[in-house]
């Protein structure tokens, strides 16, 4: 009897042992990407572009191929190092402890978020995390206040001085979006309860940091307040509840691509010289020259 209770006392220590690594290898991981997103955005002369982190026993960090230098941290001692530039290439250089440089910025109100996003008004309830080059959005299974800007992944205003050659197809497929509280006429041009899809656009001369870029979201916002004030008093809609929700899972997707026009994207845009095309019946037509309305093409969507 007493050997099975040692078992499983033994056995007890032992899970939350391992669930208390697991959570430090998580921390140390969020902590990672705070530290090196921070690092990017603070001396961009040195680390000039966004990379994906890497992981190597005990290390994880990023390569910055334009300055040759290495950034991470050691999993084992905790401390932040870096490796070639200025510091040399004989042997990694030790910076600070992880914790110490974390209070600093935090102190110095520095910036850690994603450098994929504009973070500066994350709403409250939102968790932004990102690994590498994927961005994930949630709000954890809550239902959120509807905040004013419902942008919640906006990039990072990019000025494009000369053409860059690089084609980035942008592919958002939407896996779930789910109403809560209320119920829609499903006749023509009324919202569904619940659908997916997907849709595509096309930038010509983009900027080199927006691929590979993937951002998945999965949201719950509470919008009582907008339905009950815009469309309480439609006969086409049920109010069912008295907590209206809309809850969405979508994935967003940069990839480059040889060529946007033989892409099937909506709609295609040049960031250097602005012009823009649509996707008409399978055909992209720059507005400008479409004439009237009446000269565009039959065609069934």
């Known amino acids: 009897m007493k050997q099975t209770i040692k078992a499983s006392l033994i056995a007890a220590c032992a899970s939350v042992l391992i669930g208390q690594t697991s959570s430090a290898f998580a921390d140390l991981s969020s902590d990672t990407e705070t530290l090196l997103n921070w690092a990017e955005r603070t001396f961009p002369h040195l680390f000039p572009t966004h990379q994906a982190t890497h992981s190597l026993d005990p290390w994880r960090f990023r390569y910055y191929p334009q300055t040759n230098i290495y950034a991470g941290i050691n999993t084992q001692d905790q401390n932040v ?40 008004d994350i709403p409250a309830g939102f968790v932004y995390t990102q690994s590498g080059n994927t961005v994930n959005i949630t709000t954890n299974g809550q239902c959120i206040k509807l905040p004013p800007d419902t942008d919640f992944c906006e990039a990072p205003e990019e000025e494009v001085a000369a053409p860059t050659g690089i084609s980035i197809l942008t592919t958002v497929d939407v896996l779930k979006s789910e109403w809560g509280g209320v119920t829609f006429n499903n006749g023509p041009g009324n919202i569904p309860d619940s659908f997916s899809g997907n849709t595509a656009v096309c930038v010509i001369n983009a900027s080199p940091d927006q691929a590979p870029l993937t951002i998945n979201t999965d ?40 060529d946007c026009f033989q892409t099937e994207a909506i709609s295609i845009h040049d960031a250097y010289t602005g012009q823009t095309w649509i996707n008409i019946g399978g055909q992209f037509i720059d507005p400008n020259d479409m004439g009237g309305i009446g000269d565009l093409p039959n065609f069934n969507y």
């Open 81 to 120: 190092y870096v490796l070639g530039g200025p510091w040399g290439y004989d042997n990694p250089t030790q910076i600070s402890p992880v914790s110490t440089l974390l209070a600093d910025i935090t102190q110095s109100g520095g910036d850690g978020s994603i450098p994929a996003c504009k973070t500066d």
């Open 219 to 258: 949201i719950c916002l509470d919008v009582t307040d907008e339905v009950m004030e815009d469309f309480a008093s439609d006969p086409g809609i049920t109010i069912t509840d008295s907590s209206i929700t809309h809850a969405t899972q979508t994935t967003m997707r940069n990839d480059r691509v040889p």
